[in-house]
């Protein structure tokens, strides 16, 4: 039987892509859920979502003049959310509204580079003598870690260190501004460079989990584990821990999943992350159902009790 178990764990990695898979995996898992856990606090979840589409024309560019994949996404992400900010400030719209309609328009815009790719090719080709390679679609909008390059690798690191080493930096400075703005305003934090830097922070997770998960999915990454952690503790430091512990079990059984079942990595990824935050929403000490459910029958309980007239 053990013998059995330790061939099931062991298998996938006498294969160098599964090894490479499962590093990358951790890694944006790492990444997604420490800027998750500021997410959640800010209510930025739509913005993860924006910012993740947004950048599909960027990395269209990126491909038609040969530039890294990582830099036009970055580029487009940012501008994004820039856009996002100035419409903000100068009209009455929502900012649920706004955000809709920027990163739609994004996308909308990458959708139609994606349709034109072969005139656009040959059009790059006739004028700056480049052929572009064979872009797989798939892979941009629904990752593919399984076959993920050595440069792929390198952009990933790159970015993903960028990211946890100014949250670092910074961290004590952007959760005071997640959790209390005007407090923060108030002891004299440049709130609009945390509002922007946290944004560009955003756009970078983007670009780490391109290749590993997808433009369509990276939202998961950037909302589950905050989520699950936030349902557990109400301490910041303790969310962390448990935002990264969760988002790199789901990466290890994702990868797992994905290798026995065939399937898509980054949508068993994001299914293992729905399953754990379904469970926590369940069995959580204080916040899931079944804790909520028992504290409000023991408040009706203690409820009828005291209306019951006292026997003389």
Known sequence: MFATLWQLISEPFQFA????ALGVGILVGVVCAVLSCFITLKGWSLMGDAVSHAVLPGVVLAYLIGAPFGIGAFTFGLAAVLLIGWVSARTPLRADAIIGIVFTAFFGVGLILVSKLPSLGEWTAANFGY???LLDVRSILFGNV???SNGDIVQTVIAGGITLTIVLLFRRDLLL??????HARAIGLNTGLLHYTLLSLLALSTVAALQTIGIVLVVAMLVTPGAIAYMLTDRFGRMLALAVSASVISCIIGIYASYYLKASTGGCIVLAQALLFLLVLVVAPRRGLIARAWSMQRRNTASSASQQPSVA
Do not use: R
């Not at 892509?17 to 490479?20: A, D, G, I, S, Y």
């Not at 501004?177 to 005007?182: I, K, L, S, T, V």
């Open 17 to 20: 892509f599964m090894v490479k």
């Open 131 to 133: 052929t572009p390679p």
């Open 146 to 148: 399984l076959g993920i």
């Open 177 to 182: 501004f997640c959790f209390d703005p005007n």
